[in-house]
């Protein structure tokens, strides 16, 4: 199955209003660009990509062996990957204490798996993906970019790790939480 180890967002109403601001002040149209349904809002902490069933359960062991307290993080400023002129991806960052809190719970989650030979195909960055550009890349506007770019949107408390089943639709992909593992 291909899967992927995350925090999920609860502040879904934030990001809802977000995402509806940005397409009115950005002319953002729903040929340029797909909003990320509420429900599938989260942090990749890291990607898996496809995973047989005896992995899982190893993975399971490795996740439940990690300890965090809830991570209290606020929604501030957007950006795009890879490029602000060529963005594929518009996101939230967090501020600075969320920023290292979820770091520091990347970094456990990945030493962690490392010891069953499981490595991340990238570092992780905190960001909140909330658009899919369509078809070219999207030129995030100076405009745009000075509204949005260090504005705290809403604040939210991170009290779960789950490992995530990805399954791609053609209406888009549908997650499922497989396995969770509770702040303490």
């Given at each position: ?20 601001e940005l397409i009115a002040d950005a ?158």
């Open positions: 199955m291909r899967a992927f180890i995350a925090v999920d967002v609860s502040n879904t109403t934030a990001i809802e209003k977000l995402q509806q002319g953002w149209t729903h040929e340029q660009t797909r909003p990320v349904n509420y429900q599938n809002l989260h942090f990749t902490l890291i990607f898996l990509g496809n995973i047989g069933l005896g992995v899982v359960d190893d993975i399971k062991i490795k996740l439940s062996e990690i300890q965090f307290e809830p991570i209290k993080l606020t929604f501030t400023g957007i950006g795009g990957f890879p490029d602000l002129n060529f963005a594929r991806v518009v996101w939230v960052g967090v501020d600075e204490n969320g920023n290292q809190k979820l770091v520091s719970l990347a970094e456990q989650v990945v030493l962690k798996l490392s010891e069953i030979g499981i490595k991340p195909d990238k570092p992780f960055t905190s960001h909140l993906t909330v658009f899919r550009v369509k078809g070219r890349g999207l030129n995030m506007r100076k405009e745009i970019l000075d509204k949005y770019g260090e504005k705290n949107f809403s604040s939210d408390i991170i009290d779960k790790v789950h490992i995530k089943r990805s399954d791609l639709t053609s209406s888009g992909p549908r997650y499922t939480n497989i396995f969770t593992v509770h702040a303490r």
